[in-house]
Structure formats: C-alpha cells, structure tokens
C-alpha cells in the first residue's frame, strides 16, 4: 500500500444500520507491473441480523464496469456487478420490502448470498460517483497494455513511494 487510507468505493446504507460497503484499502503489488492497477477491497456488510466481509481484488476493469453499472442505475434499471471470480453484487432498485435491495452472491467463495434492504436516500447515486471519482484519483491507472500479455508503465505515471 501506499500509505493512503482506505476509501468507500460503494457506500449504500441507511439510518437502519443496513449497509453494503466496498472499501478500497490500496494496490495489490505496488511497483509490479502485472499486478500495480489491482486494487484490494473488502466487500462489508451490516444489518441489525447479520454481518460479514470478504477480501476482493478489482481489476481496472471492474471501475469502468461499476460507472457502466451507475449509468444502469440512474436510468433505473437494476444491476449486477462482478460475480464469476468474486462475489456478485446486485442492485434490485425496487425491493420486496419497498426500498432498494442490494444483493451480495458470494458463490465462489462461501456460496452464501445476502439480501440487504436499504432506504437510500435522495442522491445517493451522484454520491457513488464521487466515489469513484475519489478511487481512480487516489489509485490511478498507470499500467498500460499495448498488446494482449504485455505491460508497460504509462508515460504520465507518478512515482509513488
């Protein structure tokens, strides 16, 4: 890591206690190239029932999936997000119990899912943007790939300790 704090990636939670969080905590292999623009984060949830968290690795891929998937949501429809090598997160934006539901489908892990209701508020997705917006300056791209399996450092990276 670089020394930076952690930063909510996703934020969706409620004055009820419910919440989905995915908190970036800073670069898998800083320094190596095939590994420098992955980025660890723990996928946290918390009801007033249940809680639990998993470590996940986000390829630079997963953020321009994610704004893809905002996009989704500001046009109202639903959403997943991830799934196949990590946990799937899904937004239902009408739930069965009259709010939003974000849906956690870890099955390559623990093969548990978690349905987590949560009134979010006016707002909330020009605030995942922001936070978006907040990991990519944090932790930017700074690895290219000119051809399939080959890496370079791109010419606007800034040294990092």
Request: glycine share 10%; net charge negative; hydrophobic share 40%.
């Amino acid at each position: 890591m670089t020394g930076l704090e952690a930063v909510d990636l996703i934020r969706l939670a409620d004055d009820e206690g419910n919440s989905v969080v995915v908190q970036v905590t800073g670069r898998d292999m800083p320094g190596v190239l095939t590994g420098h623009d992955t980025l660890i984060a723990n996928v946290l949830v918390t009801t007033g029932f249940v809680s639990g968290q998993l470590k996940v690795w986000l390829l630079p891929s997963d953020l321009v999936e994610w704004e893809s998937a905002l996009d989704s949501l500001a046009a109202g429809q639903d959403i997943r997000w991830m799934g196949g090598r990590a946990p799937e997160i899904s937004v239902q934006l009408e739930g069965e119990r009259g709010c939003p539901e974000v849906i956690v489908d870890d099955v390559p892990g623990s093969m548990a899912t978690v349905t987590v209701p949560v009134a979010l508020e006016e707002g909330w997705i020009d605030d995942q943007r922001r936070r978006l917006d907040e990991v990519r300056r944090r932790w930017p791209r700074e690895v290219v790939e000119p051809s399939f399996g080959v890496y370079e450092w791109s010419p606007n990276r800034k040294r990092h300790p």
